[in-house]
């Protein structure tokens, strides 16, 4: 039982208040460690964040489209356009498209007494399975029977055309009242008669009106490729690493399709990586030389109530500057990732650094290894010898012979690892990381010294307690001996 301050008139609470707050001061300390430690692990993480960003760029830079990209120019696009691989040979193609490869197609004849919704049953139309064939291109024939239910209408047999595996697509046309099947891939596939035959079928013949002589399309592309004489079964057709795409007919000599190599495009995709290592580098010297100010702790609940928004993002500002200073994870990891650039690659290859091709590191120490580009060094070197450049990148051999990005990929998943290892993943628990197994130590020491302040309040009410029934008992007996002396006089 508390008592407060009636016999002594003191303010108990008062007092027990000040007291308690006296005790905690521990408490706040642990709870300043606390966020202290949540903004570090934060820290790492959005620094993991950055050089993950970077580690996914790298498979673009391990890419040989990257270092040989192809531009290429057709002198009728309306008619012939082309895309080339890394492999292409640069030169000029000469392609004259005399006819497009078509799909095939039938059309039957108009269904008056059909409607595409009732059950054929209902319509006096008892097939239970049809059956057509198509065809491949080694010449072999494909039957597909298509089993008919009871509750089946048109339009549901005709789906069941369609979802089957046939490389045909069937439909009912309601505006012509006609049955349409057509081959959803182009090209001929039977030199000897229709593509979709079903030739004494007489579900397509009788009930559907159709009749394979109605059947138009399905034939090759014809082309001529520099000359000789060439067929494709669909409009595009791959050739030396450059792939056409027929869309029309050419005119005059045909078009003539120029490829070389797309330095700007290469040089655009390196440049995109130097930017964001740069940017990663900027962050990483930026958490090595920010200032600690020391006099500036996490602020308590109590301090916050007492400040505006803003004065609290300064004061926060302050405290968590510096706070990944002299971590060796991120210091370590500038330092492998610099002597990634600086090494020389022996290859089979023109150039075996990167000087050679118009790139460095800046010669502002302050930068802390950010690259600069030479930007006409890196163009020429990329339209003379964009094999070598690759090579320089990407050469997949260990030891010397070991490319920049890998080595670079190396310093960055080892880094990344070693971050994780201090600060966690978002899925990790806080026992799966070294900070997290501090956050979690410090949680237990609160819960423990709040569970001791619990018992420390009550041991000074207590007390307090004690000393106010001890001054009451006094106050009664001093009363009593004044009421006796009184009645005696």
């Known amino acids: ?169 069937a439909f009912y046309d309601s505006s012509t009242q006609k049955v349409i099947m057509e081959s959803v891939r182009t090209g001929e596939y039977n030199k000897e008669g229709p593509e979709i035959d079903f030739s004494g079928e007489s579900f397509f013949t009788d009930t559907l009106n159709m009749d394979t002589n109605d059947e138009t399309g399905g034939e090759d592309a014809s082309f001529q490729y520099n000359g000789i004489d060439m067929t494709s079964k669909s409009n595009s057709y791959g050739l030396g690493g450059v792939t056409f795409q027929f869309n029309d007919t ?65 004061w926060e500002e302050k405290a968590k500057s510096g706070i990944l200073r002299g971590e060796s994870a991120i210091s370590q990891g500038l330092f492998s990732m610099r002597s990634s650039w600086y090494s020389t690659v022996e290859t089979d290859g023109a150039y075996s650094s990167l000087t050679q091709i118009g790139i460095s590191t800046t010669s502002n120490y302050l930068d802390g290894g950010k690259l600069e580009v030479d930007e006409q060094g890196l163009k020429d070197a990329l339209a003379n010898d964009p094999d070598s450049v690759f090579n320089l990148f990407s050469n997949s051999s260990e030891g010397e012979d070991r490319g920049i990005i890998n080595r670079l990929e190396d310093s960055l998943d080892s880094t990344i690892g070693q971050i994780e290892q201090r600060a966690g993943k978002g899925t990790d628990t806080l026992e799966n990381y070294t900070i997290g197994k501090r956050m979690k130590d410090l949680d237990e020491q609160i819960s423990s010294f709040e569970d001791r302040m619990v018992q420390v309040e009550n041991r000074y009410w207590s007390q307090f307690s004690q000393m106010e029934q001890a001054i009451q008992r006094m106050n009664q007996q001093s009363a009593m001996l004044m009421n006796q002396f009184g009645g005696g006089g």
């Open 250 to 314: 050419t005119t005059g000599n045909g078009a003539n399709i120029t490829v070389t190599n797309d330095v700007e495009q290469s040089y655009e995709s390196i440049m995109n990586f130097v930017d964001k290592y740069n940017e990663v580098v900027d962050k990483l010297n930026g958490t090595q030389q920010e200032e600690r100010f020391r006099d500036y702790p996490p602020l308590t609940d109590e301090q916050k109530n007492e400040m505006s928004e803003r004065e609290i993002e300064l």
């Open 1 to 169: 039982m508390r008592i407060g301050g009636l016999a002594s008139g003191m303010d108990i609470d008062s007092l027990v208040n000040r007291l308690m707050e006296a005790e905690r001061m521990p408490l706040q300390k642990m709870e300043q460690d606390q966020t202290t430690l949540t903004w570090k692990r934060d820290a790492f993480r959005d620094v993991n964040k950055s050089l993950t960003e970077l580690d996914d760029m790298i498979l673009n830079m391990k890419m040989s489209s990257t270092y040989n990209a192809k531009s290429v120019i057709s002198s009728q696009k309306d008619a012939v356009t082309a895309t080339g691989s890394p492999d292409a040979n640069n030169g000029i193609y000469t392609i004259e498209v005399d006819s497009l490869a078509s799909s095939a197609i039938n059309m039957g004849g108009r269904l008056d007494n059909i409607e595409p919704d009732i059950a054929l049953r209902e319509l006096n139309i008892n097939n239970d399975e049809i059956s057509f064939t198509t065809y491949n291109s080694d010449d072999s024939a494909d039957t597909h029977n298509i089993a008919i239910d009871d509750e089946d209408t048109l339009e549901d047999v005709l789906q069941k055309i369609t979802e089957q595996d046939n490389n045909v697509r």
